[in-house]
C-alpha cells in the first residue's frame, strides 16, 4: 500500500506515482493528475486500435478545410488520459469503472501538452463508490470536462 498522500513524495516527473489508494484512505478533495504531450503517433495508434479512421485526424489537407483548420486528435484519445488517471493513481490498480461523462470544450492537436486531472468529490464507502471530477486542459485552456464514478479498490479485498 503507498502512503495517504504519495503526491508529497519527492517523483523526478510531472506525473504521479502509479498504485492503489484504498477506499478506505481516499479523502473528499484528493487530486491526481498526468501531463502528455499527444503526438501524430498516438493519434495513428488510436486510430488503429478504434477503427476511427476520420481524416479530420490522419489528413492534413482534409483537416485544413474543417471548422478546425487544422487535424485534431480523438477525442476519445484525451477522456483516455483521465482513464489512465484514475487506473494508476487514484484510485488506481483494480478500479473499475462505473460511469464517465463527457463535454468537449476545445480540440487537442497533434503536439499539444495535455493535463489530465481528477478530483473527488463524493465516496460512498459503503457500496466503494468514489465520484470525482475530471477535466482536461491544453496550455490553461479546458479542453474536456466530465465526472466519473468508479469502483474503488479495498484493502477488505487484498
Known amino acids: ?9 519527492d517523483i523526478p516527473r510531472d506525473n504521479f506515482m502509479r498504485g492503489t489508494i484504498c477506499i478506505e484512505d481516499i479523502e473528499i478533495g484528493m487530486k491526481r493528475h498526468l501531463r502528455k504531450q499527444v503526438t501524430d503517433r498516438d493519434i495513428e495508434l488510436f486510430a488503429e486500435v478504434s477503427t ?35 487506473g494508476e493513481q487514484l484510485p488506481g490498480h483494480g478500479t473499475v469503472y462505473l460511469g464517465q461523462s463527457l463535454k468537449f ?9 495535455v493535463l489530465a486531472e481528477v478530483e ?35 484493502r477488505k479485498f487484498d
Open 105 to 113: 470544450m476545445a480540440p487537442v492537436r497533434p503536439g499539444d501538452m
Open 120 to 154: 473527488v468529490t463524493a465516496i460512498d464507502h459503503a457500496k466503494r463508490r468514489v465520484t470525482m471530477l475530471t477535466r482536461c486542459e491544453v496550455d490553461g485552456k479546458d479542453v474536456l470536462k466530465g465526472e466519473a464514478t468508479v469502483l474503488a479498490p479495498s
Open 1 to 9: 500500500m503507498l502512503p495517504k498522500d504519495f503526491a508529497m513524495l
Open 52 to 86: 476511427d479512421h476520420n481524416p479530420v485526424h490522419l489528413d492534413d489537407d482534409y483537416a485544413q478545410d474543417t471548422i478546425f483548420q487544422g487535424r485534431i486528435a480523438h477525442g476519445m484519445l484525451t477522456a483516455g488520459l483521465i482513464s489512465a488517471v484514475i
